[in-house]
């Protein structure tokens, strides 16, 4: 099983990019689970939800391994829990990194904020560009700074979709050597 995981700031492209690999490579999406904690509570979130919030991430991204497909693809991960929670409230529960940390990501499609159009959608709330700059940049520093496996997304939409897809392409040749 390889596990890629669409990371970067808000209105990147990385539900559109998870869809698009999952109908070309087949496989699995876990989706963001802060949308489905949002839509069922119909506010926004406090640093109370993070645990929560963090916990259902897991429970879906779990679910997903044990059903061991070829190809696990996840719209987001804890990094997102964990620099949302230190922007939106300065601090992020003590367990979420050491758990990050203990998971096994083949790769990070790292998705640029820069040429596309940010879209409000009810949930967002990151509009201006160099705070998504910002979180990118953060995303960024993690993965380096952690060793974690990663490529760039960048460019329009049509670029953006050719580069998860020779990302994918490369990691399907790992996997049949």
């Known amino acids: 099983m390889k596990v890629v995981v669409l ?22 999406v876990v989706d963001e689970y802060v949308r489905q904690f949002i839509d069922e509570h119909q506010r926004d979130t406090t640093y109370a939800d993070i645990d929560p919030i963090a916990r259902g991430q897991l429970a879906g991204e779990d679910a997903a391994r044990e059903a061991r497909p ?6 987001t991960h804890l990094l997102s829990n964990l620099l949302w929670s230190r922007l939106l409230f300065g601090d992020c529960p003590d367990w ?8 096994r ?22 509009p201006d560009l160099q705070e998504r700059r910002a979180f990118h940049a953060a995303c960024r520093d993690w993965l380096v700074q952690h060793g ?3 490529v760039e997304i960048e460019g329009d939409w049509q670029a953006r979709e050719r580069q998860a ?4 392409e490369a990691l399907q040749g790992e996997l049949a050597s």
């Open 7 to 28: 990371t970067g700031p808000e209105s990147s492209g990385k539900s559109w990019l998870a869809a698009g690999l999952q109908a070309r490579f087949g496989g699995r």
């Open 70 to 75: 070829a190809l696990l693809l996840l719209d």
């Open 96 to 103: 979420i990194e050491p758990a990050l940390l203990a998971r």
């Open 105 to 126: 990501y083949d790769h990070h499609l790292l998705l640029s904020p820069d040429t596309v159009p940010w879209t409000p959608d009810g949930q967002r709330c990151q």
């Open 148 to 150: 974690q496996p990663f």
């Open 165 to 168: 897809i020779a990302a994918v």
